[in-house]
């Protein structure tokens, strides 16, 4: 099971990865079947995508979709702080002379339509074994116990090209990593946030306390800047 699935996910086999990818995975000797052992375990209300939407219902916010930030970096003009959360290594290889490359893993998901009222049993089936490509299949009508004569399932290919999903952890890759940080830790005015920021491999309660840390950090210099001090005078 962890093998060959390993292999799939990763291209790679556990020997040849970090022990905390394994480790992300609980072992118990009771029949809690939760993924997580937090005592409160919650999703947003409305899902994450309205959680999204509300947070960026601000007039002092302007979202632009289907942008590269490279095409349109010379437009930001000055700014105060930018917080940048996408691969950390393709914001230096423009800017520095490293050009190593983090390995970065992608998801190919493949829709399906049948004529039948269930494809199978959970939400969720992975499928660890190397008899099928896909790593797992998804049927969301689970999710939300929606009743129809027909249902809808997304298969799930890992695969290295395409918009990065997963940093790949290994002594390799956190070693070029290690040097692509000590080139942003230079940086006064522009903050990495997120799992492929900080090449981590951030579970959404992770990532999410990852940016509110940031937030609390930057608050609290913010205070106590002499220029703050100056101003209030």
Same mark, same amino acid.
């Given at each position: 099971?962890?093998?060959?699935? @390993?292999?799939?996910?990763w291209?790679?086999?556990?020997? !040849?990865?970090?022990a ?5 995975? $609980? ?11 937090d005592k *409160?375990?919650a999703l ?8 999204? !939407?509300?947070?960026?219902?601000? $007039?002092?916010?302007? /979202?632009l979709l289907? @942008?590269?930030y490279? #095409?349109? %970096?010379?437009?930001l003009g000055? *700014? ?11 914001f ?10 983090? %390995?970065y893993?992608?998801i190919?998901?493949?829709t #399906?339509q049948?004529?039948q &009222?269930?494809?199978? &049993? ?11 490509e896909? @790593?797992?299949?998804i049927e ?10 027909k249902?809808?399932?997304?298969? &799930?290919?890992?695969?290295? !090209?395409?918009?990065? =999903? =997963? ?5 390799k890759?956190q070693?070029?990593? !290690? ?8 940086? @006064?005015d ?6 492929l920021?900080?090449y981590?491999y ?6 999410f ?6 937030f609390f950090?930057? %608050? ?8 703050? /001090?100056?101003?209030?005078?």
């Amino acid at each position: 099971m962890f093998r060959h699935y @390993t292999k799939k996910q990763w291209d790679k086999y556990p020997e !040849e990865l970090h022990a905390s990818v394994l480790d992300r995975i $609980p072992v118990r000797d009771n029949f809690d079947d939760r993924y997580f052992s937090d005592k *409160y375990q919650a999703l947003p209300k409305g899902g994450y995508t309205q959680l999204f !939407e509300r947070m960026l219902n601000n $007039p002092n916010i302007m /979202v632009l979709l289907n @942008t590269d930030y490279f #095409e349109v %970096e010379e437009q930001l003009g000055d *700014y105060d702080k930018l917080f940048y959360t996408g691969p950390i290594d393709r914001f230096f290889r423009f800017k520095s002379d490293l050009t190593q490359k983090l %390995e970065y893993r992608s998801i190919n998901f493949v829709t #399906e339509q049948l004529d039948q &009222e269930y494809f199978q &049993e959970n939400s969720v089936v992975n499928y660890p074994g190397p008899e099928v490509e896909y @790593t797992r299949i998804i049927e969301y009508k689970h999710f939300g116990n929606q009743q129809s004569e027909k249902t809808c399932i997304v298969k &799930e290919f890992t695969v290295d !090209e395409g918009e990065p =999903y =997963y940093p790949v952890p290994n002594d390799k890759n956190q070693k070029i990593y !290690e040097q692509y940080k000590a080139e942003a830790d230079k940086l @006064t005015d522009v903050f990495f946030v997120g799992r492929l920021a900080n090449y981590k491999y951030f579970n959404m309660d992770q990532a999410f306390r990852n940016a509110l840390d940031l937030f609390f950090q930057l %608050e609290r210099k913010d205070v106590l800047k002499p220029a703050n /001090v100056a101003s209030a005078k």
